[in-house]
């Protein structure tokens, strides 16, 4: 740590350490060497210091590398598969719409969740037919409970990528016209992080969607580091408080704090509300008190596919 001079200016050196351990993180030199170089990465992204190679950050095994070579196969073969989870109005009791939560019937692995495949997408150009194709499963699903009678919309994620892609609008574009979306029925959900990665493209890209009457909620507000003069300026409709603040609200007095200054922002701002992670009764009667608008969570409904959810809504909530 002794600075160093060179060329008159002092530079000091920084060490950043990655441990692997045999057998289970490699069985032979070179499998070691790789995993320690993935810890010393994460170490470093971290700030310096030491990490021992931990498989479920490493996006680069050979395990989840075989699954990015299957991934866009499994789009085109049609083993994409979508779950629902209610939202409920808080005002008067009923289901305000549906989040559409994609899955992957995998040939040989069975039913995949999305941490097991979403993040590999997202650093290939799987993301680019992954968003297409779940917007295209989502409004052909909704298209069918709307003839059945049930006229709620779906929200569908979008990551950090498709906001610096051109490709995005243009399909948004098409598939409204395809199946002839009404304005507010199809909601996009978008994390901090992911829009204040480029705000100023975000803000352009997320105009051009509002305009063609598609409703945006911040997803995760609260985890990113988001800036409040950006965010006044994009055409935001709703605001999701993250999970960590919800569960812990009951128990946490500065959960509890955050969770209502960030319901009063959002009204001060015209902006809905979401509550995710609502998983007993209690918790969702303090949001009700806090004057919270929608709440999402096991407490309400667990994601399902679409015959459990309507069995679900004919029965009746609760």
């Known amino acids: 740590r002794e600075p160093i001079i060179v060329d008159s200016m002092k530079l000091e050196i920084d060490a950043s350490i990655g ?3 045999y057998p289970e993180d490699g069985k032979d030199s070179h499998e070691l060497l790789r995993s320690a170089d ?7 992204a971290k700030g310096g210091g ?8 490493d996006i680069h095994t050979p395990e989840r590398l075989a699954l990015i070579s299957e991934f866009n196969s499994a789009i085109r073969d049609g083993q994409l598969r979508l779950h629902f989870q209610p939202k409920i109005n808080l005002n008067n009791g009923e289901v305000s719409g549906f989040e559409a939560l994609v899955r992957w019937q995998h040939n040989d692995m069975g039913l995949l969740y999305p941490d097991k495949f979403i993040a590999l997408a997202e650093v290939s150009d799987s993301i680019h037919y992954l968003t297409p194709e779940v917007l295209r499963l989502s409004l052909l699903q909704q298209r069918e409970w709307i003839a059945a009678g ?3 919309p779906v929200a569908v994620n979008l990551s950090a990528r498709n906001l610096i892609d051109d490709r995005c609008i243009t399909v948004l574009r098409d598939l409204i016209e395809q199946y002839d979306v009404k304005a507010g029925m199809l ?3 978008l994390t901090e992080t992911a829009l204040m990665q480029d705000p100023e493209l975000a803000i352009d890209l997320l105009n051009q969607i509002s305009d063609l009457g598609i409703k945006l909620t911040i997803d995760d507000f609260g985890t990113g580091y988001s800036s409040l003069s950006y965010l006044r300026r994009m055409p935001i409709n709703t605001l999701k408080i993250d999970t960590e603040f919800v569960n812990n609200m009951l128990s946490s007095e500065q959960d509890s704090i955050i969770v209502r200054s ?3 922002l959002a009204h001060n701002l015209n902006l809905d509300v979401v509550a995710e992670g609502v998983e007993n009764i209690e918790t969702m009667e ?3 008190e806090m004057d919270c608008d929608l709440v999402q969570g096991y407490y309400i409904g667990k994601p399902e596919p679409w015959s459990n959810i309507e069995s679900w809504l004919d029965k009746g909530i609760g």
């Not at 993935?38 to 470093?44: F, I, N, R, T």
């Open 262 to 264: 960030t319901i009063a």
């Open 150 to 152: 049930y006229n709620l």
């Open 38 to 44: 993935v810890a010393m990465y994460e170490a470093k």
């Open 19 to 21: 441990i692997a351990k």
């Open 50 to 57: 030491v990490a021992v190679y931990d498989s479920s950050v």
């Open 187 to 189: 909601e996009l959900e």
């Open 286 to 288: 303090r949001l009700k």
